[in-house]
């Protein structure tokens, strides 16, 4: 009788992960792994789940062969079916996590979940190379050709409004990203917001002042990729004391079709700030100068802040910044950043990330003028955030002891699966 080793793991392998999503949420703010780790779920349920499936099916006939001792071809052929199946998600799973590699370095749950899908890849005899699984795919039917009115076409589809989600990129530069982390970065040259099959961002910071880390966006660059029925290309782009209100080709236009244009660039104060609406992919852009920096904030649907591909993984207002760019200054409380803190608390109305950045950035510059950055951030995120509630943002404060008693059990639960799996061989 073969082994039965396609079931046993399957419950181990799903309450385990959903297990480390409640145990350790700042692995997951910090690199993303739980994106691969819900995938391989996704992925490996729909081999048992499917109701009348064909995987789903053969799981079933297998396990069922395998206890009657009837059909034996058959069922060798069933698990040989779901086999090749979870193998696929596996190589899915290794993938995902490849290119979360720059983000995740150093991550504890990170490196757990790759050699723990090598030590999957060899209990199942997978081969490295072949077919993977794709659970969630590009949405590329998300704009219809009937129409270049994402909203519209959106409502017509799902009969509900998209969920839109905010980006913020201000000051030092100081980085909300579209999951809600906040990072402080060290960020010099030129680094890319957005990535997606729609739309490319890109930042470049400059240092603010010789002999100190400070930093500022001093340059902000807009790709809107063709989309034939839509739009064609168009670029924007803004500089520091030049934030133009027309695209790169002089036009505040652009994309005519149906009568009504898919992009448009309107300002409210010519040289300071424009806002760019970009109707066919239901996204608009606020391009600002706060004092010596430019800041960007971004309201865009989640289905088109994750039409990217695996190569793209390096984009600020999906990620944050890598964690060697990132710091993690304390808020001063010397007499001599008195003024800094006096300031801010005049300027905003709570002790959230936005005051956060403003002591900073004023400590780091010593230009009043600077604590602008925070507060027209600020005034993004309320107009850009329909949940009030969301908009300040308390700055994380884990202890390490927490950390440390979250990582132990994550190990913990790692080493029982992998202990578990061994006793179903």
């Not at 480390?20 to 048992?48: H, K, M, W, Y």
């Not at 990129?169 to 982390?181: A, L, Y």
Request: a neutral charge; glycine letters at 8%.
């Amino acid at each position: 009788m073969e082994p039965q080793t396609l079931l046993p793991w399957k419950p181990c392998i799903h309450l385990t992960l959903l297990l480390v999503q409640l145990i350790v949420p700042e692995a997951g703010a910090s690199c993303r792994i739980l994106r691969c780790n819900s995938e391989f779920v996704a992925a490996t349920l729909d081999l048992s789940n499917s109701d009348g499936g064909a995987v789903g099916g053969a799981l079933g006939r297998a396990v069922g062969g395998a206890v009657s001792g009837a059909g034996g071809a058959p069922a060798a052929q069933s698990r040989e079916v779901v086999n090749a199946g979870y193998c696929g998600a596996l190589r899915s799973y290794a993938m995902c996590t490849k290119r979360m590699a720059r983000a995740c370095r150093g991550d504890l749950a990170y490196h757990s979940a790759v050699q723990g899908i090598e030590d999957l890849l060899v209990q199942h005899h997978c081969p490295r190379s072949g077919p993977t699984s794709r659970p969630h795919p590009l949405p590329q039917g998300t704009l219809s050709r009937d129409t270049c009115l994402y909203e519209k076409s959106f409502w017509t589809r799902e009969g509900r409004a998209p969920e839109y989600l905010h980006c913020g990129i201000f000051g030092d530069p100081h980085v909300r990203t579209f999951s809600n982390d906040f990072h402080t970065c060290t960020v010099q040259g030129a680094w890319p917001v957005l990535d997606n099959e729609y739309l490319y961002i890109q930042a470049t910071s400059s240092p603010t002042r010789k002999g100190t880390p400070a930093t500022a966006l001093t340059k902000i660059t807009v790709i809107f990729k063709n989309l034939g029925h839509c739009v064609d290309q168009q670029l924007y782009q803004a500089e520091l004391d030049n934030v133009p209100s027309a695209f790169a080709d002089g036009s505040v236009t652009s994309g005519e079709r149906r009568g009504h244009p898919s992009l448009m660039v309107r300002t409210r104060s010519p040289g300071q700030h424009v806002e760019i609406q970009a109707v066919h992919i239901g996204t608009l852009l606020v391009v600002r100068q706060s004092g010596r920096s430019l800041g960007l904030s971004v309201r865009s649907p989640r289905s088109i802040v994750e039409a990217f591909h695996p190569e793209q993984d390096l984009q600020l207002c999906v990620w944050g910044c890598p964690p060697s760019q990132r710091l993690h200054p304390p808020l001063p409380h010397s007499s001599s950043a008195a003024w800094a803190l006096a300031h801010c608390t005049r300027m905003l109305p709570a002790q959230d990330i936005y005051y956060q950045a403003c002591v900073f950035d004023l400590t780091s510059s010593g230009d009043l003028n600077s604590s602008l950055a925070a507060v027209t951030a600020l005034q993004d995120a309320r107009d850009m955030i329909s949940d009030t509630q969301t908009v300040h943002l308390l700055p994380v404060a884990a202890t390490a002891k927490q950390q440390q008693t979250g990582l132990d059990l994550l190990l913990l639960l790692l080493l029982s699966m992998l202990g578990m799996l061994d006793g179903f061989q």
